[in-house]
């Protein structure tokens, strides 16, 4: 005799606003109601105990709803075993041995935030101060993997996000306008890749590529680092290396045709 099954009404509407947010992105009220059909009053009810539990908040901007960081702890077990993290972990360990630098990966946990998820350990970085620490969190305008979310975001988050980013200067070779990093960010989505030379420790470069899902917004990102002296010895090299990688872990993500740049 097959197992009954008992749906709870209120837990499928809860995951289903949770879901609908993770795929459309931020959402008002009224966008969530044509999408779920659910009256306003059922709604306001969920999303503020969502709130409450920190699953979601709350744009003061514009009043809509997002998902927050809770999402990846919550899903953290996920990444670990067997998840996106485990995917792209053999990619990294052949670049950083096949051209013996740091390479990172990091996920954007929610509009405006990055984190490193993984990174490789290379004898060489003793001496440096390369290192981003696993749970570190990413700088998107000066940073090589924070461009690749940047240029390949959900363009319904970038406006909000652009205007809201606080342009730290960490060397003087920093981008501190959001012009400037506009024209940069439009070279990354032609090239499909970014680069970032001394902006943030001066004497260093970083590569970045994006991993994209099925919509072509950037779920990963990986970038490998080094002096840039060396790294421009290896330049062409990484980039090759570094966009495959975007190409095939993109194909597995989803993405049904990858056209970024081929260098």
């Known amino acids: 005799m097959p197992e009954r099954t008992y749906l709870v009404n209120s837990v499928v509407k809860c995951l289903s606003i949770m879901e609908t947010l993770a795929t459309r992105g931020a959402s008002s009220l009224s966008d969530l109601k044509q999408a779920l059909?659910?009256?306003?009053?059922?709604?306001?009810?969920?999303?503020?105990?969502?709130?409450?539990?920190?699953?979601?908040?709350?744009?003061e901007s514009d009043q809509r709803y997002f998902l927050t960081f809770k999402m990846f702890q919550t899903g953290?077990?996920?990444?670990?075993?067997?998840?996106?993290?485990?995917?792209?972990?053999?990619?990294?360990?052949?670049?950083?041995?096949?051209?013996?630098?740091?390479?990172?990966?990091s996920v954007m946990t929610e509009p405006g935030l990055a984190l490193c998820i993984d990174r490789t350990e290379v004898d060489l970085y003793q001496q440096l101060?390369?290192?981003?620490?696993?749970?570190?969190?990413?700088s998107l305008h000066a940073s090589s993997m924070g461009r690749c979310f940047l240029a390949f975001m959900d363009p319904a988050h970038l406006p909000g996000i652009m205007t809201?980013?606080?342009?730290?200067?960490?060397?003087?070779a920093t981008i501190t306008d959001r012009e400037t990093l506009a024209r940069e960010l439009d070279k990354v989505r032609r090239d499909g890749y970014a680069v970032e030379s001394g902006e943030q420790i001066e004497g260093a470069m970083c590569i970045g590529v994006p991993v994209l899902d099925s919509r072509g917004f950037a779920q990963a990102a990986i970038s490998?680092?080094?002096?840039?002296?060396?790294?421009?010895?290896?330049?062409?090299?990484?980039?090759?290396?570094?966009?495959e990688a975007s190409r095939e872990l993109s194909a597995i993500c989803g993405f049904p045709q990858n056209n970024i740049g081929q260098p």
Not at 129 to 138: A, E, F, M
């Open 224 to 243: 490998a680092t080094g002096p840039k002296a060396r790294m421009m010895t290896k330049k062409d090299g990484l980039i090759r290396a570094l966009t």
């Open 37 to 59: 059909g659910l009256d306003k009053a059922t709604l306001h009810r969920i999303l503020s105990t969502l709130k409450a539990l920190g699953y979601v908040k709350q744009a």
């Open 129 to 138: 101060r390369l290192n981003v620490s696993i749970g570190g969190q990413v």
């Open 164 to 172: 809201g980013l606080v342009f730290e200067k960490f060397t003087p």
């Open 76 to 105: 953290n077990l996920v990444v670990e075993r067997g998840g996106l993290k485990a995917m792209i972990r053999p990619y990294l360990e052949k670049i950083s041995a096949d051209f013996q630098e740091l390479v990172y990966v």
